[in-house]
Structures are given as structure tokens and as C-alpha cells.
């Protein structure tokens, strides 16, 4: 077994070049959180003080007030931390439906939402979207497919879920409009606000939400994995439900641990303090989110100049991700020697990374939290590429 | 919501302090790890070059290599990383077992064993314990219930688990006289090593596991939360088998997204760099073990010599975990007006943290990978202690 490969780890993308990879933009830690993983960086390193035996009890590191405080700044009632938004999700599905149960969910949820789905044994019925070039959902759609549900089934489902914001196309599809509909035929209502919460502000009571799960390392400044679920009085006894086994030799019992969590949810190490140390800064983020748009809008308006390269997705762009198509791109890859792969070389020689290596028909682009500046480099190194391959350019 | 809280988290105790914490020793950084979590310290950092969508294959960091070398370290064919030891079990029973089905456990087991199987509603049969003041699992009995769970469920039971060092005692138990009984009865072996591997030298193939978990931040100095599954062939696909759903309206369908581990387990951030990182000194200290052991029994000796103070579990302690009774301790806290808490202060005023605060009946440390000065240090601080409060120290 040769252990040199594991010597000397390091990750010189994020400090030598502007990285536009769709899922690392909102996950760019802040000072504050780089130093605090310093100090938390060993294993179990927020359980010194912990006396009841649950991580999210902790007061010290302030784990316990964080709760109370992301509950408030969601407008929900109370907050548990997860591995993960896939992880909340997993534990929503696991302990408020039963096996066969059905679940809606829109066409472009991430797969971890139809992996949770069926690691529970649920049935999904998919509300459709549009379709090419704009693939919206339209949330009147959910009462359709609730219908049809019914009539299939019987009843109506138990639980509806919305991608806030989606990966592929980072369309945004109003959480009001579906919370109302959810409320009028009794469905719960799950919000994936992985790419929405930690960017920009979150009513949890005004969009209805019964459960509202997130995703830290996505959009909170926070090293992965750290995730939460939200969720409204109504919901805790049974999403927070706690162990009932019985030792039968024994006798133990475990009546504080909370089974869909795995009884203290593994977030007791650097990951939670990253996203407690990020807080403040994201509180006041959340209300710059319209300067982020105006920036993505800019972008997506330089880049399609570049000719035959345009946004996919609702126009104008409501989200710092973008999908474009590029078949002009596309076309220069099927004769060049490095394929598809040419695009990722080209743009990492001049300073830009995080689009797919290998894709050039499509690919996804974040700019959130990225200065003028650097989208106008990351706009000139397109464009240049353009260039190079003799595509058209306005400009 | 006053945000000020979070501006400067800081965890003072290990660096001032000697921590005995029962739970953190051995997940204290190597300086490889330290120097590695900055460096993949931003949210999804081990995404920069993901083309398969799943963690477990990237090979920069060298993480699908990692995955190989982990399973040849335990002498295993095939590993998954998770999000922590509790995860890894939930997956075990998730993929190999059903609803209603039998497991046996020890009876001093981890609470998350018995919450895994709770969250997949498995039937738990515990093997007892010898009792006060050893506590020893006598791994014969494992047969023993093996015909008990025959006789009321007409059938032997699918799975049993062994808790390699439980963390009541620090107690070790012989896995291979449980995986021969096992072997015999075709009984699946999960071997639960949160408190061995990565401090001592494990041999799943001797050892019969057909699956073993462990803990990243527990035993290998990782950051929290990381945990993995080894499994040999045999197993692994049902163990790591991947997504079946379509998508009824799409079609979508993930068919490379392993169900149990949430598609892509969410170990995509700083916890696995940690582990990568301290893997070439974990591989070197496992063959210290034995003087671990031996400044083990050093300490317990030495405490011993405090009037009324003894280790609980086996003797000779096998482990670095001890449990002590110390009555005497016990009768001081229902004098003092800082009653249990005494100790704890006591202790931190001596430089020493990491005995549960409050209590002084029973306490939990743990001597992995100090100093035998350190540990001197440790001793003289409990003789210190037991001499202010009159109670006899032997010289």
C-alpha cells in the first residue's frame, strides 16, 4: 500500500482560480468559519459540554440557541441539524409516511429526493414541468397531479415536495402558490430550499411549509456535510420522535434520542461550527440576494452574445445558476483532439474552473457571490475561447 | 436575535488542557489533518473533479483509492465511507435485512445499534453480560441465543453484531470466537470496531466479518462526522445497491446512486480529508497498541491506589477506556455545595478536562495517544484531589 498519495493533500483550485462549479459557489467558507474549523477541527470537538446527550442540546459551543435561532430566521418553529439536505429529507419521509405511501415531487427534484423516496418505499407521482427550453413547473400543476393521485390510489397523497430552486436549470418556482394548494387539500408540505436558504430569505409560515429542509455546505457557507430540517409544532412530536425500544435482557432504554436522526445526529464535529461561525454573515447576505440576480443577469446577457449560446431555464434568470446550451461549442469539441474535454483546459488556462470536465453541450455555471470583476473575467475567458474556435461574437 | 454568539467561536479546552474525554482521544488531529482541513475546508470541496457523481469514486483526492486501501487495511474486499459509525450500521440493517427480522446484539452495545435496528424495525435479541463488576460478554452465548431467537421465531436469526470495545467498559470481546459461532450458524457477522480500528490492528477476514463499521472521529483523528461499511464480495451488492426508481412522468431513473448511502454519501467535504490524511499515521499506530494497553494499566494501577477507586470491565484493562467506580468521590460530592461538579472542577483546575461534569460515582477517560508524563500528570491530579477530601492514597 503506497500512503504517499495521502501526504501532502491540497486543493489548489479554490485559491488559484475562480471556480464556477454550481454546487461549491454558496459553500465558500467565510473568514470566520475558517477560523473556527481550526479550533473545532478535532473528531468529537463540540461535545465537550454535553450533558443531555443530544448534539442540538449543546450549550456550549451555542448549539442549542443556534436552533432556536435558524427556526427564526426560516420563520418555522424548530430546527434539527442533519448529514445533509438528503439526510432531512430521509428523516421527513421516514417518520411521517408509511411504506406504499405516495408522495408528489416536481420533475426536476434532485435525486435525493427520489432516493429518499424510495429508501423509504414511497410511490412518486412527479409533477411535470414545461419541457425544453424553459422546463417550468407551474404549481397549479400539483393539484392536477393530487387528482390524479386520488384517482389511482384513492385517496390523496400524504405529502407534496418542491424544489425551491433547481440544480439543473436553477429555475425558481413560487413555494406560496404550492403551500396554498398543499394547504387546501390537507397534503404536508416538504420545501428543498438546498439552493434557495442561506441565499436569500426564507417565510417559512407565509410559503405554508410544513417542513423545510436545507442544505449548509450548499448555501450556507459550511463545510460539508451539514443539513437541517425545519419543521412547525404541529410536526415535532412526530418528526422528532424518540426511541421506544426496550432492552428484553437488559431493560435499557434510550427515551432522549431521536431514531430518524440516529439518535444524536452526526453533525457533532467542524462541519455544524463552520455553518454557526458563517451565520452572522449570512443573515446579512440573505438581503443582497437581488444584487446577485442583477449580477447573474448581467452574465447570462454577455455570455449570449458568444453566438448559439444561451441560457436554458426561466428568462430572465431568478438564480446565481445558470444551464447553458452551447451547440456551437459542442460542435468544436467533435473535431478537437481533446473532445468535449477542450472547453475545461481552455478555461482553466485562463484562471477559471467548476464546469464539468468533458461537457460542452451544456453546462452549469454559479456566480453567486462573485464580484464584478471576476464575472467579467470569467465573461472575457469565454468569449476568448469563442474566439480562438472563430465563433461569432457581439459586441 | 443577537448574533454575537457566534462571532468568535472558540474551543480552549484542548489546547490548554489534558483531555481524557472517553469519546475524543482518538479522534484527535495528526498536524497532516490539521494542515489537509483548511485546504478542503469550503463546502463540497472534493467535487472539484467528480465525474462519476458519487464520492467514493473520485480519484482527486485520492479517494477511490483510499476506499481500496481501507478494505486492505482491514482485510476486507470493499469499503464505503458514511456519515459516521451510527450511519454505517443503519445501512447494514437497511439492505440486508427486513421489517420483523431478528438480530442479536451484546448486550453492551452502542445505542446506536439498538436505535439502527429500531429505524428498520428489527427484533433485538441482546447476548447478557457476566454483570458487576466485569461486565464480559461470553461469546459462547452468542449460540446460545441464537437457539433462544430459533425457538420463538421458528427461525435462527439473519444478523448478529458484536461491539468489538464497548464504550460502558472499554470491554474487549474476541470477534473470532463470535464469527466462528456465527460461520456455523450462518449467522450474518457485523462487527462494530468504533473503539478498535484505527487504534489496533483488525482482520475482518480472520475475524469472519462479513461486515465491519467503524468511527473516523471516534478512532481514526478525523473530524466529525465520518464513518465507514467494509464488506466482502459476497455482500456488496446488497449492501451498495443502487437506485431502481423511474421517474413515472419523466422517466428519470439513477441507476449509479447507492440507495442506503443517500445516492452519493454525504462525506464530500473536510471529515474525509481528515481521515485520508491521518491514514499513514493511523497505519503506524495501530502496532503501538500494545503500549497503549500498557500505559493503560499503568494508569488504572496508579489510580487504584485511591482509597475505595476501581476500574470496572475485565482486568487487565485491554483497551485505553476504563471505567472507575469511586464511592468514596461519591460520598465527598454529597458534602460538597458544588456537589457531583466538584470533580470536574477540580480537575480543570489542574489542567485536566474531559470526566463528565457532574458526576463522581462513575467516570469515563480515556489514555489513547497521551504522554506517559501526561498521564502522570493525570494521576497526581486525582491524588491531589483525594488527599484535599482526606481520603487515603497509598504511596
Redesign the interface.
Known amino acids: 500500500?503506497n500512503?504517499d498519495?495521502?501526504?501532502n493533500?491540497?486543493?489548489d483550485?479554490?485559491f488559484k482560480y475562480i471556480?464556477v462549479?454550481p454546487?461549491?459557489r454558496?459553500?465558500?467558507?467565510t473568514p470566520?468559519?475558517?477560523k473556527?474549523?481550526?479550533?473545532?477541527?478535532?473528531?468529537?470537538?463540540v461535545?465537550?459540554?454535553c450533558?443531555e446527550g443530544r448534539v442540538d442540546l449543546v450549550e456550549n459551543?451555542?448549539i442549542k440557541?443556534?436552533t432556536g435561532?435558524i427556526a427564526?430566521?426560516l420563520n418555522m418553529d424548530e430546527v434539527r441539524f442533519t448529514?445533509?439536505c438528503?439526510?432531512a429529507k430521509?428523516t421527513v419521509m421516514?417518520t411521517m409516511l408509511d411504506k406504499g405511501d405516495a408522495i408528489v415531487v416536481d420533475?426536476l427534484a434532485h435525486?435525493?429526493s427520489?432516493?429518499?423516496?424510495?429508501?423509504n418505499g414511497l410511490e412518486?407521482?412527479?409533477?411535470?414541468h414545461s419541457g425544453y427550453p424553459e422546463f417550468r413547473i407551474n404549481p397549479e400543476n400539483y393539484a392536477k397531479v393530487f387528482e390524479e393521485v386520488k384517482e389511482e390510489t384513492g385517496s390523496y397523497p400524504k405529502m407534496a415536495l418542491l424544489t425551491h430552486v433547481d440544480y439543473r436549470y436553477g429555475n425558481l418556482t413560487d413555494p406560496v402558490e404550492v403551500g396554498k394548494i398543499c394547504e387546501d387539500y390537507e397534503v404536508m408540505f416538504m420545501l428543498n430550499t438546498a439552493y434557495s436558504s442561506g441565499l436569500m430569505e426564507i417565510n417559512g409560515k407565509k410559503m405554508r411549509a410544513d417542513f423545510i429542509v436545507g442544505s449548509g455546505?450548499?448555501s450556507w457557507?459550511?463545510?460539508?456535510?451539514i443539513?437541517f430540517v425545519a419543521t412547525n409544532y404541529e410536526y415535532t412530536d412526530s418528526l422528532f420522535s424518540t426511541?421506544?425500544?426496550r432492552?428484553?435482557?437488559?431493560g435499557?432504554g434510550?427515551t432522549k434520542?431521536e431514531?430518524?436522526f440516529?439518535?444524536c445526529s452526526?453533525?457533532?464535529?467542524?462541519?455544524l461550527?463552520?455553518l454557526?461561525?458563517s451565520?452572522?454573515k449570512v443573515?446579512e447576505r440573505v438581503k443582497s440576494w437581488e444584487k446577485e440576480v442583477e449580477n447573474a443577469r448581467y452574465f447570462v446577457n454577455e455570455m449570449e452574445k458568444i453566438e448559439g449560446l444561451h441560457q436554458m431555464g426561466i428568462k430572465p434568470t431568478e438564480h446565481t445558476l445558470q444551464n447553458f446550451e452551447a451547440l456551437p461549442f459542442h460542435q468544436v469539441a467533435k473535431q478537437h483532439k481533446r473532445r468535449g474535454y477542450f472547453l475545461y483546459t481552455e478555461l482553466k488556462r485562463r484562471g477559471v474552473?467548476?464546469v464539468h470536465?468533458?461537457l460542452t453541450k451544456n453546462f452549469k455555471i454559479n456566480t453567486f457571490g462573485l464580484t464584478r470583476k471576476q464575472i467579467d473575467h470569467v465573461i472575457w475567458a469565454f468569449k476568448d475561447i469563442a474566439e480562438k474556435y472563430n465563433l461569432e461574437v457581439e459586441d
Chains 1, 2 share one sequence.
Open positions: 500500500m500512503l498519495k495521502y501526504r493533500l491540497t486543493r483550485t479554490e471556480n462549479h454546487i461549491q454558496g459553500g465558500v467558507l470566520e468559519a475558517r473556527a474549523i481550526l479550533e473545532f477541527a478535532d473528531g468529537y470537538s461535545c465537550d459540554f450533558f459551543p451555542p440557541e443556534f435561532d427564526e430566521f448529514a445533509g438528503r439526510h430521509w421516514a420533475s435525486y435525493t427520489y432516493l429518499a423516496a424510495e429508501a412518486v407521482f412527479e409533477v411535470p455546505h450548499k457557507a459550511a463545510t460539508a456535510p443539513g426511541s421506544k425500544i432492552g428484553r435482557w437488559s435499557r434510550f434520542k431514531v430518524a440516529f439518535g452526526p453533525v457533532f464535529g467542524a462541519p461550527v463552520t454557526m461561525a451565520f452572522p443573515v474552473i467548476g470536465p468533458g
